[in-house]
């Protein structure tokens, strides 16, 4: 279900689509797992429209029954020429698409070369960034303690981050503490577990005990799903495999090379070894959690409240980005935008098979699934709580943690939802849910609890 509302569908709830308010959908109300969608609108002009009209109908119909009777009486048409009439929407459409100058338009944004980048990649070559007044270089980066570390010395403005580095970052875990903050998820799923051509026979985890795994980074969704995976499946992730960084662009080389067994890792790194024809995918995390996120666009708490300008402007773009990389049609003129060398450098058909779902498997399947990696900007503040648990579990974090302090603090889940709205999306009316990882459900006000329910951790 799109986020984008039209305030001229008298079927259309401008609000949300459950009994409960909360959710978009019955369906999503019984599965208490509301998932944002972004649909871009018939064009930029309309949708801008679309927004002010919005509000202008919220302000003169305050009850969604009373504008459905009147827009089915007169129609959408009439209704838009009334309201002219009384609120010059044209010219405010104007004004709002302008928005409030940009404090500082030249913008460095550093990136690591993988389809988790997506939309902070796209929105350079299709324009995103200049709609929004901005000139935005978008820097390849040859790995994420680069990027962090670019980042903190403000070489980049804004980066491309994993989404528990602006956590890690803010309590001082791998690095000097400094205020960091999430404003939007990048992506979520579109990672697998990869291995080695030569244990195809291997499909069991309890047959890798030994084994040799190569994760993005220590602070990494990555790092934590493949943790989660061996332990589910009996194995201690510290005892009974070996599990190192590897950059990803190096993933498939040292898979080839025999360096490693497997690994954890973002696209495009899986389909590329298949297509190398190195290794197979075992597992796409999706199949592990289905709409975890993974990567993030990220900045320093000085950047989003110093030039408040710039950060919006900035903050639009990823999102009016990521709403075009949802729709499955885009898709395949993202992967042709996204291939050059100076981006992914891929052949353009390894992202197409990564972006529409429909792929090679290694195994002499074709798989379908659409799903396999998705674009959802809003950073849910329970994704965060999770991820500190993780931390927490393997020792990263030691000590008492306040768990929603801290997330508030770094996931910008309020301000994003305040921003999408603005822009004429429909943001969830709550920053926490509930969700199940490999069957286990988390409750993000009970961390303690789930911690405490994993047999195999680091000891304390």
């Known amino acids: 279900m799109s986020i984008f509302d039209n305030p001229f569908d008298p079927d259309r709830n401008l609000r949300t689509g459950c009994s409960c308010g909360r959710h978009l959908s019955e369906a999503e109300h019984r599965n208490e797992a509301l998932a944002l969608r972004c649909e871009p609108a018939e064009s930029e002009d309309r949708r801008y429209e679309g927004v002010v009209a919005s509000a202008v109908m919220r302000a003169v119909f305050p009850q969604d029954a009373t504008r459905r009777a009147f827009l089915k009486s007169v129609g959408a048409s009439t209704a838009l020429a009334a309201l002219s009439q009384f609120f010059p929407i044209k010219a405010a459409t104007e004004v709002f698409a302008q928005g409030a100058a940009p404090e500082k338009k030249d913008l460095k944004v550093g990136f690591i070369p993988i389809t988790c980048a997506t939309p902070i990649i796209m ?3 299709m324009g995103f960034y200049a709609k929004h007044g901005l000139n935005v270089e978008v820097i390849k980066t040859a790995g994420w303690a680069v990027i962090r570390d670019k980042t903190i010395n403000k070489e980049y403005d804004a980066a491309h981050m994993l989404s528990p580095m602006p956590l890690a970052i803010t309590m001082g875990v791998g690095s000097n503490p400094l205020p960091y903050t999430m404003p939007a998820v990048e992506n979520i799923n579109g990672q697998a577990i990869t291995l080695s051509i030569k244990h195809k026979d291997k499909r069991d985890p309890k047959d890798w005990k030994g084994f040799k795994f190569a994760v993005p980074f220590d602070y990494s969704m990555h790092n934590y799903l493949l943790r989660y995976y061996l332990a589910e499946h009996g194995l201690d992730p510290d005892v009974d495999v070996q599990i190192r960084a590897v950059p990803p662009p190096e993933m498939v080389a040292n898979l080839r090379a025999d360096n490693i067994d497997g690994f954890l890792g973002p696209d495009p790194m899986n389909q590329r070894a298949v297509y190398d024809g190195a290794g197979f995918i075992h597992i796409l995390t999706k199949d592990i959690w289905e709409g975890h996120p993974c990567c993030a ?3 320093s708490k000085e950047f989003v409240t110093s030039m408040p300008n710039t950060y919006g402007a900035l903050l639009k773009s990823i999102i009016d980005a990521t709403a075009f990389a949802h729709k499955a049609e885009n ?22 098979q990564i972006l529409t779902g429909t792929f090679a498997d290694g195994l002499g399947n074709v798989v379908t699934q659409p799903g396999r990696v998705d674009f959802d900007p809003f950073p849910w503040q329970s994704f965060a709580v999770w991820i500190m648990t993780q931390m927490k579990r393997w020792g990263q974090i030691k000590g008492d943690v306040d768990y929603k302090a801290v997330a508030e603090q770094v996931y910008l889940a309020t301000d994003t939802g305040k921003l999408m709205a603005e822009m004429g999306l429909t943001p969830p009316t709550t920053t926490y849910k509930s969700f199940a990882v490999m069957g286990k459900t988390f409750d993000p006000a009970k961390p303690d609890d789930y911690l405490a329910s994993f047999k195999i951790r680091k000891a304390s």
């Open 123 to 125: 929105a350079a070559p």
């Open 297 to 299: 666009f990220a900045a």
């Open 331 to 352: 898709r395949k003129q993202i992967a042709e935008a996204i291939a050059p060398a100076n981006y992914l450098n891929q052949p353009q058909i390894v992202l197409e």
